[in-house]
């Protein structure tokens, strides 16, 4: 989109001056160029084409929309077009068009996107389009390029498309008009003309990829080929469940030891479920205490230098897959971006502007008392719950009839009901706010909408658990919840995401699915469209920020948490992986540079930690009686318990500021980057 | 020293080429040019000459070690000199160097120091030495650069001098050889060759500054100029000083509603000094307790929106003043690094070279423990002082004779004895770890050093107090102790600082410097000379820092304190401008972006003051007796506070992220810089 802003070209798109490509039978769609629209730039005409994107178009749309469409995706960048190449499948007249990408739009993209490629020196270099030839295999653009970088330039250019003037689009209806510097992309959505668009698969490379990632017994997955094959977030998601598993090890030993050692913790944990109080020696109670305590003050230790590490390591992925520099925001706004033309006073490009104050007022009063408002429903929901099951027993005690047992049950789906109502309609309140907020870049977007869900799930799924921790303070009953939570939650998982898949994949899928070398290309292709879209990463992440959750937060109820989730976990990376080249179509991800708002919900989280198990141990009836016996007040063992938690916090961040985020080596490449740019600059203004 | 590195003259320093200037009677130190060294660049040679900077010279020195030094500052920089104008003064062999630098050499150093200057445009813009025509008043040096840079950078280049070879002073006994890369400058400060080096002040620009600074009656200081005639760290204290000051207005005006609407708080305050316990009304109470809480609630919100604020308008002084992008850690290290000789990897250049991993070592491994250790002295002290009090006092209860009364001061004048030991041993710890620690960058070692002298003091001021407030939760005792300290600290500071070097000044420095207009130049800048070294800023800073941290720790115990602080302060300013243009020499002062460590200071004690104010709250014996009637239990009311406290320090860091550190104009103009060098970087390397 390097010059999407400049009116130069007015011989565009109103009156294309392509030769329409729908006029002769396209035939097949093969990788040797024939019945590809022509790349606009003479040095990337001819040779080979690789299919990477496919559009499906409403069905019956009128040949001259769909003409209009392949024109508009092959017309130069500089023209107003989309700079790439395009084929209309082997009907002229069928629904999908699929589309490739010269390698000079690629190349351009590449510069505009910031991404960072090997240079010469083999130093990762911010690529620049005229400093092309000291790039290592900047000709071989399969190489140099990633499958995901390439296939998301080709959404990249198709969603930046804006009309250079006011146009109609043919063959639909009179009103379809389309303003000056509206987005083309969105329109076509609108009007339903762009049912859908989805990378294509390379089956060669999905079989290579999945033989080494799930189908063998890998201890590590290959993260660098996930990279070039699903793109920046799906393998940031993967690189942190493999490094959040396997730092799971030390806690699961640890709780092994404690729970051999002290035999008293697993009785413990017996006597709780069954509720029954068994009197111990005062020898066992010593050591389960001390036993909680290695547990909790361990566990605020553990997750902090875990995230910490994550982040050097964050850091270190971002180096090698070249994400590191970025150009997001100088690059032109997501689609939905709205406000007044203008200049914008950093690029110097015409783009609609919003001023940052004011999306920061929008957040903080609209946003912010929103979302406070629908967490308080939700702890509405969950008083109201407890108040109805008070009542329902009341009632029940005093009918004792079958139809009260009923009314048992009562408040319980009530609150399930309330709770998915309120569940469903956040999630449109949450994604009405964030475009309201009217963000510029595409990620601030998706973090302040991944932000705000995961607030409210998060929420969601541990007011109950907090609400017997702390205001109930019943540590028993807090124990039998996590445990069966832990159990069931893994096992529904397991089900939902390994057994079903598969089953679904063997006997309704796979059928379908039965193509043949000799298919031709495009009912391959076609294929492909017929899986369902990928639902996202949002509930692959909620899901190991909520495994956290329990175990951070209340690890030192229940010593065996970490073996259970180190379990879990080795599992869950093999049915996600099947599940990301089996079952979904291939999704668009976008070069990322890290997990975005999830590391910091977990570093949140890590935090809270600490406190949560300050408390928890305070809790613990074990200690209480201690302090009893050794004759300290109530308030002075709370007082102690204050200062415990304030000198955790405090060490907690005196770790996080010794442990650098970026390894030294990186931060060395960072600063001879800055000093090159500094010294570039003034140098070149002579 | 932008090629000090470079081997390439070899003539330089041992056989000096250019002319010995000492060899004829140099003359008086005008500005014509006449008995200075010539500039050894074509295009500076000639024309008037500034007096910058004093050499002091050990007396008696041998004529030819003198020349030599001359010599060394005259050569140019390629050839290993300094770059400068040096001038003998009027006796070619007396003790004194008069100092100046040409054009050339400053500006190459601006460039070097990443200085920022008004460029073409009005845009504020790293200064480039290639680029200068582009850039306004380049060519006139003494409005291109303030007075203090260019006398900064006469210090810079000074102590930036290494041997380019192996060689020895002349003039000194046998075994004053300097290897090669060996600082010659501190070599020669250490054989006492130079015995020290200050900025010249200038008469008039000085007249001009106090006059619109502290002699009349203005409400804001003349910021800017105050940055141009004493540099970067001075004019951040001052401007901290006023923002800081004009701050406290809102708090001194609620300390004083809360004072005059709630007569009880006086009336407490006034039993709480005569410890006598006179019952007051519930109705007094009430007031009471919700006054404290208002005013603990605000100091809170407060303390954080200053400090946020203060951040803001340091980005926008640091911008207005070209420091927003100094290029440190790019420039030569500091003078006492070491290390293996290697290539520097980012720069490329031949330097010593420390790795960062061994710096963070030694910091954690000896620093921490070593400052740990001196802070538990400190609280041994307070603790053998309570010990050593409580015997006395039953020695005199049991004797009762006058020696016994003796007896009573004994462990008051051993802690203070104790405490200044202590503190002296301490700062010399301090030094030698800091050095020790082996920064590259000289603000880094400044901040280290600062930091640590900081942490330690300010432990001194405040263990006493937090001693009563929290260990003996004695609130009266507390109060009056922080009315006591407030009132003397004030007057004390104000004696010493307003009163005494008036005096001083009046009745000692004056009638010595009684200088006429007639008098020789040089005994103008001897009689500079006599004046005292600036002690620096670091005293006060910890005054302010104390002063905030009485106010924002202990705010809720006295409500007046906010408008004791604001009358102290509005004397301070103008004190300080006093000593600062009349009492010391003038001190050098280095470009910087802000208060350094300080900033953190007040950020953490902003922090701290959360948790102290929540806790005194607590402790307040009314909000006790209320409780106690309401029937609530103690640990209860713990755990309210404890609640409190971790919302109030959600709401501050919540607030803190809320205000941006940069108002938005500014970020766009560092934007726009990031994307230009970004954009120079692409196409310079065609």
């Known amino acids: 989109m390097s010059s999407a802003g400049s009116d130069a070209g007015d011989g565009g798109l109103g009156a294309p001056q392509t030769k329409t490509p729908g006029e002769k039978a396209s035939g097949p769609v093969s990788a040797d160029g024939s019945g590809w629209t022509r790349a606009s730039c003479p040095c990337c005409a001819g040779g080979p084409v690789e299919p990477l994107v496919l559009l499906q178009l409403r069905a019956g749309l009128p040949r001259e929309t769909k003409d209009w469409v392949i024109t508009l995706i092959a017309t130069a960048v500089k023209q107003g077009g989309a700079g790439l190449s395009a084929h209309p499948g082997e009907e002229p007249s069928g629904d999908i068009i699929v589309v490739s990408a010269p390698r000079c739009t690629l190349l351009r993209a590449a510069e505009e ?72 992309w ?56 493999e490094f959040y598993t396997w730092s799971l090890l030390p806690p699961a030993i640890l709780g092994l030891i404690l729970t051999v050692f002290s035999g008293s913790v697993n009785k413990e944990a017996m006597d709780s479920i069954s509720d029954s109080k068994v009197a111990a020696g005062d020898d066992d109670d010593d050591q389960t205490v001390s036993g909680h305590m290695i547990q909790a003050v361990f566990s605020m230790l553990w997750s902090t230098v875990v995230i910490e590490m994550w982040k050097r390591r964050s850091t270190l992925l971002a180096y090698r897959w070249g994400t590191m520099q970025l150009a997001e925001r100088f690059s032109e706004p997501r689609p939905a971006y709205h406000g007044a033309l203008g200049v914008n006073p950093v690029t110097g490009r015409v783009e609609p502007l919003f001023p940052a104050w004011q999306r920061e007022l929008r957040m903080a009063l609209v946003s912010v008392p929103a979302v406070g408002l629908f967490l308080g429903l939700v702890v509405m929901g969950m008083l109201g719950f407890y108040w109805g099951e008070a009542q329902a027993q009341s009632l029940h005690a005093e009918w004792d009839s079958l139809l009260s047992s009923v009314v048992l049950y009562l408040p319980s789906v009530a609150h399930i009901v309330y709770t998915n109502a309120l569940g469903t309609a956040y999630r449109q309140v949450a994604l009405a706010l964030t475009e309201f907020e009217n963000h510029r870049e595409e990620s601030a977007y998706n973090d302040h909408l991944t932000g705000k869900i995961l607030v409210f799930t998060f929420f969601n799924y541990f007011a109950v658990l907090f609400h017997i921790a702390f205001y109930k303070q019943d540590l028993p009953l807090l124990r039998k919840r996590l445990a069966s939570l832990l159990i069931i939650t893994q096992l529904v998982n397991q089900v939902t995401e390994v057994v079903i898949p598969f089953l679904v994949d063997r006997f309704l899928s796979a059928p379908k699915r039965k193509e043949k070398k000799e298919d031709p290309q495009e009912d391959k292709f076609r294929n492909q469209s017929s899986l369902p879209d990928f639902p996202g990463l949002f509930s692959e992440y909620i899901e190991l920020l909520v495994q956290f959750g329990y175990f951070s937060l209340f690890s030192c109820v229940y010593p065996l948490t970490a073996v259970l989730l180190l379990v879990n976990n080795l599992t869950e990376i093999r049915s996600d992986a099947y ?54 007040t109530g308030t002075n063992v709370v007082l102690v318990a204050v200062l415990m938690e304030h000198l955790l916090i405090m060490i907690k961040m005196v770790l996080a500021k010794l442990i650098p985020d970026e390894p030294d080596w990186i931060r060395v490449k960072r600063e001879q980057n800055e000093f090159i740019s500094m010294q570039a600059l003034g140098q070149q203004k002579q």
Chains 1, 2 share one sequence.
């Open 186 to 241: 969105q329109k076509l959505k609108a009007v339903g003309v762009v049912q859908g668009m989805f990378p294509l698969n390379d089956e060669d490379k999905l079989k290579a990829l999945s033989d080494c990632w799930y189908s063998g017994n890998q201890l590590t997955q290959p993260l660098d080929k996930i990279h070039a094959y699903f793109g920046g977030t799906v393998a940031f998601y993967f690189s942190f469940l």
């Open 113 to 184: 996107l910031g991404l960072c490629k090997p240079y010469r020196t083999g130093d990762m270099t911010a690529f620049s389009y005229h400093d092309r030839s000291n790039f290592r295999d900047a000709d071989d653009v399969q190489v140099f390029l990633t499958l995901a970088e390439r296939q998301y330039i080709v959404k990249y250019e198709l969603e930046g498309l804006r009309a250079q003037r006011d146009l109609k689009i043919p063959g639909l209806p009179e009103g379809r008009l389309l303003q000056r510097r509206d987005n083309i």
């Open 579 to 632: 599940k990301m080249c089996k079952l979904f179509k291939k999704p668009f991800s976008a070069p990322v540079a890290g997990m975005g708002v999830w590391q910091t919900a977990f570093e949140v989280l890590s935090f809270v930690s600490v406190i949560s198990n300050c408390w928890l141990l305070l809790l613990s009836p074990r200690l209480q009686e201690l302090g009893q016996e050794s004759g300290v």
